[in-house]
């Protein structure tokens, strides 16, 4: 489906390391944790991620929603902690780009002052403000305001009135690719987002809101005017992270 296509996409994903059991006559190491997220969509399971002792994502499975059987697995490779290859099972895409996508985009809102703990569950939502941000660099013909009180900052642009290409994107869902955003808003709290409006020029509205624990983003509610448009909420749940 295309629904779960998309949702591959833009799901960037972890290394595999194998490991083997050979005997030794040096004592066991403690086994240590396995470090997870799941990630779920509706109350529905679409992806676990995987992590090693150093957080860095090591190997991920996606399920297909309907049969809740797994569709693909992604293995990220590194050399000295930088990502250099990705393994793909069950899908031909070029995940490599979509993941150095991520990173150069989370590096940017990082300069922005918005910092995600594990970026690669949001690659979405960091695609689409990235692109808001840098859209929003580029053009001088809107009116652009931002409001701090206290450790809260607000972005407002005003006039927008531009027709952004979002894909791969869960808010394609909602906002597509021929619908200007007349009015956007960012709320930015301690370095996090904490809530986006978008205001349509078909007059619908699409509400994006984002909940943390000890800084770690636990859910993100997408809310919409357009009632004929489901919602979507999304869940992560840590494991020994």
């Not at 919602?231 to 749940?237: G, P, S």
Request: with cysteine; aromatic share 10%; hydrophobic share 35%.
């Amino acid at each position: 489906m295309e629904s779960n296509k998309m949702r591959i996409v833009i799901i960037l994903m972890g290394v595999l390391i194998a490991c083997s059991d050979k005997p030794s006559m040096v004592k066991d190491k403690p086994i240590m944790p396995t470090k997870e997220i799941d990630i779920l969509e509706n109350d529905k399971k679409v992806a676990t991620l995987e992590y090693n002792q150093e957080n860095l994502l090591n190997k991920e499975v996606i399920y297909n929603t309907e049969t809740k059987k797994v569709e693909s697995e992604l293995g990220y490779i590194y050399d000295k902690k930088k990502l250099v290859d990705i393994n793909v099972k069950g899908i031909d895409l070029d995940y490599l780009k979509y993941a150095l996508d991520n990173i150069y985009q989370s590096k940017f809102l990082s300069k922005k002052g918005i910092k995600f703990e594990y970026p690669e569950i949001v690659s979405s939502e960091i695609n689409d403000v990235s692109t808001i941000l840098t859209v929003g660099k580029n053009y001088d013909d809107f009116k652009k305001d931002s409001v701090i009180n206290g450790n809260e900052k607000t972005i407002i642009y005003k006039d927008f009135n531009k027709k952004i290409r979002f894909y791969p994107s869960y808010i394609t869902q909602f906002i597509s690719e021929d619908e200007k955003i007349k009015d956007y808003n960012l709320i930015i709290k301690d370095s996090l987002p904490i809530k986006e409006v978008f205001q349509l020029d078909n007059k619908h509205n699409l509400t994006r809101e984002y909940f943390y624990k000890k800084n770690k983003v636990i859910k993100i509610k997408y809310t919409t005017s357009n009632s004929a448009i489901p919602l979507l909420q999304k869940e992560f749940i840590y494991k020994n992270l």
